[in-house]
Antibody, heavy 130, light 109 residues
Framework: QVTLRESGPALVKPTQTLTLTCTFAGFSPSTSGMGVTWIRQPPGKPLEWLAFIDWDDEKFYSTSLKTRLTISKDTSKNQVVLTMTNMDPADTATYFC??????????????????????WGQGTTVTVSS | EIVLTQSPGTLSLSPGESGTLSCRASQSFSSSYLAWYQQKPGQAPRLLIYGASNRAIGIPDRFSGSGSGTDFTLTISRLEPEDFAVYYCHQFGGSPPYTFGQGTKLEIK
């Protein structure tokens, strides 16, 4: 069974660095075609895509947050970590991680595109306040 | 950056009716890269459709997706009470960032 669980501080102060951990089970993000995405959602607002790390450790970031974000994975611990520097009250949100599949190999050995986030964690809420 | 614009912002329908949600992109991309998600209050989003028209595992056939290029549609037939939620489209093609639309809220009329 594939599961993901986000963890991290519920409260951070402005200017601090946030570190969030996504602990996963039931799959390996080092499998060709797979990866993990971080998404956030401020209260009452839409989903915002933040960052993606794929199977060969290539990393992709939100344009507007690129200078503040770092995504990394530790397959020995089954974890993907997201750090966000210089936190601001506008960063108050629920942060989700999700298994992401770009492509997979079917039963016949053919690679098929998927390009979606099929399993999500339940999210962790972060409030930025002094 | 590809901007996804969803319409309408809110759709009011009754159970049993059908609804059509639109997702329009600022530039064309392969339909392989378009997905739809459903989110209920207090819950994580759930994948409904990938590759513009493929239902994810466990998604009932009253959900269908279509479209290509810059125009994509999610159709929900025979609305059930549990279908009232917020729906997001998402693109995962080409260069990042891999953006979401702003969502359509499907509410009970």
């Amino acid at each position: 069974q594939v599961t993901l669980r986000e963890s991290g501080p519920a409260l951070v102060k402005p200017t601090q660095t946030l570190t969030l951990t996504c602990t996963f089970a039931g799959f390996s993000p080092s499998t060709s075609g797979m990866g993990v995405t971080w998404i956030r959602q401020p209260p009452g607002k839409p989903l915002e895509w933040l960052a993606f790390i794929d199977w060969d450790d290539e990393k992709f970031y939100s344009t507007s947050l690129k200078t503040r974000l770092t995504i990394s994975k530790d397959t020995s611990k089954n974890q993907v970590v997201l750090t966000m520097t210089n936190m601001d009250p506008a960063d108050t949100a629920t942060y989700f991680c999700a298994r992401t599949i770009r492509y997979y190999s079917d039963s016949s050995g053919y690679y098929r595109g998927f390009y979606a986030m099929d399993i999500w964690g339940q999210g962790t809420t972060v409030t930025v306040s002094s | 950056e590809i901007v996804l614009t969803q319409s309408p912002g809110t759709l009011s329908l009754s159970p049993g009716e059908s609804g059509t949600l639109s997702c329009r992109a600022s530039q064309s991309f392969s339909s392989s890269y378009l997905a739809w998600y459903q989110q209920k209050p207090g819950q994580a989003p759930r994948l409904l459709i990938y590759g513009a028209s493929n239902r994810a595992i466990g998604i009932p056939d009253r959900f269908s997706g279509s479209g290509s290029g810059t125009d994509f549609t999610l159709t929900i037939s025979r609305l059930e009470p549990e279908d009232f939620a917020v729906y997001y489209c998402h693109q995962f093609g080409g260069s990042p960032p891999y953006t979401f639309g702003q969502g359509t809220k499907l509410e009970i009329k």
